[in-house]
């Protein structure tokens, strides 16, 4: 009986573990044309939706971007609980030199800051300075978890 309940505490601490870490699966973003996604927390995830900056709004910007050498660009953007979507990050993808060549020491960066650097090409991210929604709400959390995460470059895996 004692081999039976000292098998039995391990199994089941096992299964509570196990169903702990679903909570926080990760899911995989894609953000083509930029070859790379994130790794998020599916809660997270199911908020995101990329937008490819140059052929959904093209502008000035993306157009400056482009003729600067960014070889892909999009947006992350967050929807929020009650359906309202915000642009919450931009995502670029140059090659080292025209990152380097576009950004200029004594200015904030215009494309934002590198946060991977793989084969002599750049992911940076352009993202909020500070979190639009009320940080105890459940939108403010999600959002600095994910402000979290377009930082590390351990959130991206090359496509």
């Given at each position: 009986m004692?081999r039976?309940k000292?098998g039995f505490?391990?199994v089941l601490?096992?299964?509570?573990?196990?169903?702990?870490?679903d909570?926080?699966a990760?899911?995989?973003?894609?953000?083509?044309?930029?070859p790379?996604?994130?790794?998020?927390?599916?809660?997270?995830?199911?908020?995101l939706?990329?937008?490819?900056?140059?052929t959904?709004?093209?502008?000035e910007?993306?157009?400056q971007a482009r003729?600067?050498?960014?070889?892909a660009?999009?947006?992350?953007n967050?929807r929020e609980d009650?359906g309202?979507?915000?642009g919450?990050?931009?995502?670029?993808?140059f090659k080292k030199a025209?990152f380097e060549?576009?950004?200029?020491p004594?200015e904030?960066p215009?494309y934002?800051?590198k946060?991977?650097?793989?084969k002599?090409?750049?992911?940076?991210?352009?993202?909020?300075q500070?979190?639009?929604?009320?940080?105890?709400?459940q939108?403010g959390?999600?959002?600095?978890?994910l402000?979290t995460?377009v930082?590390?470059?351990?959130?991206?895996?090359?496509?």
């Amino acid at each position: 009986m004692k081999r039976l309940k000292f098998g039995f505490i391990p199994v089941l601490l096992l299964l509570l573990a196990s169903c702990s870490n679903d909570s926080q699966a990760m899911v995989e973003v894609n953000l083509a044309p930029v070859p790379y996604s994130i790794q998020v927390p599916a809660e997270i995830a199911k908020h995101l939706s990329v937008e490819n900056m140059v052929t959904t709004t093209p502008n000035e910007f993306t157009n400056q971007a482009r003729e600067a050498g960014a070889i892909a660009q999009v947006y992350i953007n967050y929807r929020e609980d009650d359906g309202t979507t915000h642009g919450f990050a931009g995502v670029y993808y140059f090659k080292k030199a025209d990152f380097e060549k576009a950004g200029n020491p004594n200015e904030p960066p215009v494309y934002g800051s590198k946060v991977l650097e793989e084969k002599s090409m750049v992911l940076a991210i352009a993202g909020p300075q500070d979190s639009i929604f009320d940080p105890n709400s459940q939108d403010g959390k999600k959002s600095m978890a994910l402000y979290t995460l377009v930082y590390d470059p351990k959130s991206f895996k090359s496509s």
